[in-house]
């Protein structure tokens, strides 16, 4: 069974660098089926699509953060990382890692628990 | 930029049929799929490519999409079913939710 695990710092200060890492386990980050993504979920508020990867490197970002985001993977280690820089406190949110269909929807199939960061000035 | 909008809420007695709108420009041309959270979880899908459900959703759930407008339609609601509703399309490889819609089982 497919299982996605968030983990990085849970505080960062502003206008630093927020770096997390997505583990996968029960699935191949190699996939040509799927997509790998980062969500968040402000406190409070909706969902918030950040940005995808496929497994041949091709990226797509959020055009609202796209010159603040890289993602990128390690298949050697089955894990997908999200660099997000000059945060503000606006960025302070649950992110989640997913699974994306490649194909019709485009739907996050498997979701990872979250993991709150919170930007402190 | 493509958006999608929801109402903030929804309100539905037990046993009755809830729907929850989800508009768009011409959203029926793309694909909609819909998400369950409830409080302190992590969403779960439960309908995609419009009216599929994925395996372990009950069929109470169901899903439909023409027009400017999807709609998830949850047939004789269960108090379990309180949560928070997201739609989401995926439109020029940029991937969008709607801002949500808490339904409300009373």
């Known amino acids: 069974q497919l299982q996605l695990q968030e983990s990085g710092p849970g505080l960062v200060k502003s206008s630093e660098t927020l770096s997390l890492t997505c583990t996968v386990s029960g699935g191949s980050l190699s996939s040509s089926d799927y997509y790998w993504a980062w969500i968040r979920q402000s406190p409070g508020k909706g969902l918030e699509w950040i940005g995808s990867?496929?497994?041949?490197?091709?990226?797509y970002y959020n055009p609202s953060l796209k010159s603040r985001v890289t993602i990128y993977g390690d298949t050697s280690k089955n894990q997908f990382s999200l660099k997000l820089s000059s945060v503000t406190a606006a960025d302070t949110a649950v992110y989640y890692c997913g699974r994306q269909a490649n194909s019709g929807s485009h739907h996050f199939d498997q979701w990872g628990q979250g993991t709150l960061v919170t930007v402190a000035s | 930029s493509f958006e999608l909008t929801q109402p903030p809420s929804v309100s539905v007695s037990p046993g009755q049929t809830a729907s929850i709108p989800c508009s768009g420009n011409k959203l029926g041309d793309k694909y909609a799929c819909w998400y369950q959270q409830k409080p302190g979880q992590s969403p779960v899908l439960v309908i995609y490519q419009d009216n599929k459900r994925p395996s372990g959703i009950p069929e109470r759930f169901s899903g439909s999409n023409s027009g400017n407008t999807a709609t998830l339609t949850i047939s004789g609601t269960q108090a379990m079913d309180e949560a928070d509703y997201y739609c989401q399309a995926w439109d020029s490889r940029t991937g969008v939710f709607g801002g949500g819609t808490k339904l409300t089982v009373l």
């Open positions: 990867i496929y497994y041949g490197g091709s990226t």
